[in-house]
């Protein structure tokens, strides 16, 4: 096993990168993803064991929530967690630190990736997409060296009951989404979307994208597109889309990544 696990959900390739930054900088790293149930749930040997996630619909993403409940961690891990949110921090941080107990956490702004619901600018302090994407990365270095020397942070993060909510009713409209998802004649039936999907949701039929019912409303077929062929009914068609530029869309399909 590796000295460090992270384990990472990501949606258009933000948090994976920043999972990717920390973990170079404290080496001998496994990220092990968490876009549908992880490999990887023994993380009993690992001297660190972190959360990169983003904030979905103000909670956890996906089933993230039950992916953590069954990791199972050393007593005396150092444990921590890092969100990337667009307006507002929700209470993914807050579920996170109550199943597993957080020595450290922090949280970065970001662009929201929720297109169908939140403009593209959609982000507080509002920045352009350099600005935030500069001040990601010197956030993360700052994250990265704090966890690698295992300081602890006394406070604990915000309980945010409304998100909770929030993220309740969010979760329960994916399915009726779905049904106004498809692809326009930019499609050139790549099947990015289909690889990418973490519920194999999508397949391809006569070379064009067929959606189901089983969403989780991750967005990355919509993100990743490379033709940017996929849309939510109409309102997404003007939308710009924000996939992150140094994460490739095969590497969300991986299991684990592991990084020296």
């Given at each position: 096993?590796?000295e460090?696990?992270?384990?990472?959900?990501?949606g258009?390739?933000?948090?994976?990168?920043?999972?990717?930054?920390?973990?170079?900088?404290?080496?001998?790293?496994?990220?092990?993803?968490?876009?549908s149930?992880p490999?990887?749930?023994?993380?009993?040997?690992?001297?660190?064991?972190?959360?990169?996630?983003?904030?979905?619909?103000?909670?956890?993403p996906?089933?993230?929530?039950?992916?953590?409940?069954?990791?199972?961690?050393?007593?005396?891990?150092?444990?921590?967690?890092?969100?990337?949110?667009?307006?507002?921090?929700?209470?993914?941080?807050?579920?996170?630190?109550?199943?597993?107990?957080?020595?450290?956490?922090?949280?970065?702004?970001?662009?929201?990736?929720?297109i169908?619901?939140?403009?593209?600018?959609?982000?507080?302090?509002?920045?352009?997409?350099?600005?935030?994407?500069?001040?990601?990365?010197?956030?993360t270095?700052?994250?990265a060296?704090v966890?690698?020397?295992?300081?602890?942070?006394?406070?604990?993060?915000?309980?945010?009951?409304?998100?909770?909510?929030?993220?309740?009713?969010?979760?329960?409209?994916?399915?009726?989404?779905?049904?106004?998802?498809?692809?326009?004649?930019?499609?050139?039936?790549?099947?990015?979307?289909?690889?990418?999907?973490?519920?194999?949701?999508?397949?391809?039929?006569?070379?064009?994208?067929?959606?189901?019912?089983?969403?989780?409303?991750?967005?990355?077929?919509?993100?990743?597109?490379?033709?940017?062929?996929?849309?939510?009914?109409?309102?997404?068609?003007?939308?710009?889309r924000?996939?992150?530029?140094?994460?490739?869309a095969?590497?969300?399909?991986q299991?684990?990544?592991?990084?020296?």
């Amino acid at each position: 096993m590796s000295e460090n696990i992270i384990y990472c959900y990501s949606g258009a390739g933000h948090c994976l990168d920043m999972a990717k930054s920390i973990a170079k900088k404290l080496g001998d790293t496994d990220i092990v993803m968490m876009r549908s149930f992880p490999a990887v749930t023994d993380a009993r040997g690992a001297k660190r064991v972190g959360f990169v996630f983003s904030c979905m619909g103000g909670g956890l993403p996906g089933d993230v929530e039950e992916y953590v409940k069954a990791i199972q961690l050393d007593p005396d891990a150092y444990r921590f967690a890092v969100e990337q949110y667009a307006g507002y921090l929700g209470c993914g941080l807050r579920k996170i630190d109550e199943l597993v107990h957080l020595d450290y956490w922090n949280a970065v702004p970001n662009h929201s990736t929720a297109i169908w619901l939140m403009p593209h600018g959609l982000c507080f302090p509002p920045s352009s997409v350099e600005e935030a994407e500069r001040r990601i990365d010197r956030k993360t270095m700052q994250i990265a060296a704090v966890v690698k020397a295992c300081k602890r942070r006394s406070k604990r993060p915000p309980k945010g009951a409304v998100f909770e909510k929030m993220s309740d009713f969010f979760s329960k409209t994916h399915a009726s989404r779905v049904k106004t998802f498809a692809a326009n004649d930019s499609c050139v039936g790549c099947g990015t979307c289909a690889m990418v999907c973490p519920r194999g949701n999508i397949q391809l039929e006569n070379g064009k994208p067929s959606f189901g019912v089983n969403c989780m409303g991750c967005l990355s077929c919509v993100q990743l597109c490379p033709m940017e062929a996929i849309n939510i009914g109409t309102i997404t068609e003007k939308r710009e889309r924000y996939p992150n530029r140094r994460v490739k869309a095969a590497e969300l399909a991986q299991e684990v990544i592991h990084i020296d």
